[in-house]
């Protein structure tokens, strides 16, 4: 082995200048190692932007970036996205420097089965850096069922793949638990490391007067994507139940398929108290949290331990009440217990949803204390500095196994 640091290689399907959600934060995760003297390079997909450059370096982190095609909402050019850029990346393992540390993101699924299948011959140590759950996710969208040939074939891959690898990072301890038992795997070998608030979320000052709750106005506020997983029933059953209560209104900033089907909704029923709005800049995002006076968060029974929506923490270090839309008890709703900043409702629960936001309007003081509750909890708790320091924990260790 040489002596020094080794090349660490992320590898996922989007990077700057893509702005998902896995891509901002490994954005922030790869330039804090830089800044600590890791050596980084990223492996990523053009995603059918020909124009962008193939080699980079941007803020001490070399880029790499692969041809794929474009990605989309429909099933066929995901899927298709995702395969091409798997096969380039079978390309581009292959010259890659012997003994480097691998971390493979879940984007997209199955991505480490590449640096895998070359472990031993390049001597990497492999790291699996799971955002979500696959192929389990699929069953619980329903896409597949648990009995299929596809699903078996896909577990024994998932399966193969975990037993191979030499570390898995999760982001909650619903998700560890959850491939502990599934998959039969070594608990000492995973860790929990959560997400975080973006630093132009953390790092700007708050506007204490936006949003304020003082006022005769309530803004609720749903940012990001809101996809097949992210049930609307509940927010537009919800807020067509409150039409007749001056002064509420539901704010939605994004896209994705169940956006456009609310969209949708809403005007049919000619709604005056939703309305929605494309994504915002990066720069622009804590001027809309701010705005807000309750924020919040979709999930459901079946994902809990599948994905933890990362949404939550740039809610929670803008000082911002939590309303989670959700059945089951993961590590959003951990947090909501423990920190006292917001409500959870299941899905469909309307009665819930009213009776909640009633509440809010009448007691103003009730999110003037979560509010408080939000900014305690976050900075005691849940910093952006804390987790991008336990990834330089496990990069450091890593690089003491390879000197032994």
Known sequence: ?????????????????????????????????????????????????????????????????????????????????????????????????????????????????????????????????NQDLYPDL????????????????????TKRLYDHSDRIIVVGRKMKEKIIEDYALNPGKIQVIENWALRELENVGRDTEAGKTGDNHLRILYTGNMGRSHEHETLFNGMKRLSEIEGIELLIIGGGYNYELFKKAVKNESLKNVSFGEYVARSELHRLIDSANLCVVIGNKEL???????????????????????????????HLEAGRFGFQIPNNGVEDFYQVIKSVVDKREILSEMSRNAATYYSTNLRRDYRLKEYLDVIKETEATFAK
């Open 304 to 334: 809990c331990g599948h994905i933890v929506p990362s949404k939550f923490y740039g809610y929670l270090s803008r000082g911002k009440p939590v309303l989670y839309i959700n059945s089951g008890e993961d590590e959003i709703s951990h």
């Open 1 to 129: 082995m040489t002596e020094g640091h080794k090349n660490v290689v992320f590898i996922n399907q989007y990077f700057y200048p893509f702005q998902t959600a896995t891509a901002q934060l490994l954005e922030e995760l790869t330039e804090y190692l830089a800044q600590n003297d890791i050596k980084i390079t990223v492996v990523t997909g053009t995603n059918g932007e020909k124009e962008l450059l193939k080699r980079e370096n941007r803020n001490g982190v070399a880029i790499i970036r692969i041809p794929n095609t474009s990605d989309g909402h429909k099933f066929i050019r995901k899927l298709l996205s995702y395969l091409t850029f798997l096969y380039s990346l079978r390309k581009s393992i292959k010259r890659l420097e012997n003994d480097s540390i691998i971390v493979a993101f879940s984007t997209p699924p199955l991505n480490g089965v590449i640096p895998k299948r070359y472990k031993k011959k390049k001597g990497f140590f492999l790291i699996l850096n």
């Open 138 to 157: 699929l069953v619980a969208l329903h896409k597949i069922r648990s009995n299929s040939l596809l699903y078996r074939l896909l577990w024994k891959i």
